[in-house]
């Protein structure tokens, strides 16, 4: 809209909660003509609160020390701050410890299910029942769900982000350092490593269509391991990006280890490469990937 720069700015800030209260605001359009929505993860591209926002919405309650800080950081950049919903005014289920009144009626009601038992871990489906297609992806794209609704037999998955890509890989451009993962502006038609760029494609699934790479944004590896490295560790991948770097770059080994080893790049790839599993279990056949 053209007039939006002319409407009151508000936010919309989520601590722990569901993402309930952001899907009601959103099922209205009412507020659309009234004011300027400039923040909310869940729908809008933004880094962060600008600093001259009228109104804070501000939904979930408080249950990390993140919430805190995103919660006064929110709050010293709004004219006025709104809890919304029940979360944000008591604290809601997330809130319910051992010792809550809550839970103490829950356990004596002789009519109740019980309550669920945390697990030490988050684990993947298989280890409880079998799966008869894999589909990866953080997350998957469109046309790959189509293409597992569908079952089409005929569908072609790149083996590799690369053959997607379409950038060149070029001899002669050898970088002496990493300029970065995802920012700064980069040549249109020139592999991103051969540009300095930390981009594990070579070592990633295809089938995405190199959304990330084609634009010029390094590949983290979210549509997980390609086949050469299904039942691999994640160290064997990391070993073979090593190779990659020391055969197309003249970066040195150290700052290519740094690059690996950083908490922003090892969040992704050390996730979405870990596909080892307990040897009890099936083993996941390269057949079942989409």
Known sequence: MENNRELPKFAVLQLSGCSGCEVSLLNSDEWIDNVN????PLVVSSNKIPDDVEVLLVSGGVRTDEDIHNLRKGRSRARRLIAVGT?????????????????????????????????????????????????PGCPPTPELFITALTQAED????????????????????????????SGVTLPDICLINQG??????????????LCTRPGHACVGCRGPANPYLYREPAFVQDNLRKVFRRMTDIPEAEINEALDSPWLSLFLDQFTD????ESLPLRTKDKFI
């Not at 929505?37 to 909310?40: G, P, T």
């Not at 569908?155 to 890989?169: P, T, Y």
């Not at 760029?197 to 190199?210: E, H, I, L």
Request: with cysteine; hydrophobic share 35%; glycine share 8%.
């Open 37 to 40: 929505l400039v923040y909310m």
């Open 87 to 135: 979360c944000a005014l008591s604290g809601g289920v997330a809130q319910i410890r051992d010792d809550h009144p809550a839970r103490e009626a829950f356990l004596r009601s002789s009519h109740r299910l019980r309550l669920p038992d945390m697990l030490p871990h988050a684990y993947p489906l298989d280890r409880f029942v079998p799966i008869d297609l894999y589909l």
């Open 155 to 182: 569908a072609k998955i790149a083996s590799i982000v690369c053959q997607e890509c379409g950038r060149k890989k070029l001899q002669d451009m050898r970088p002496a350092s990493i300029t970065g993962m995802r």
């Open 197 to 210: 760029y930390f981009c594990v494609g070579t070592s990633t699934r295809g089938g995405c269509g190199a």
């Open 275 to 278: 596909y080892t599993q307990d």
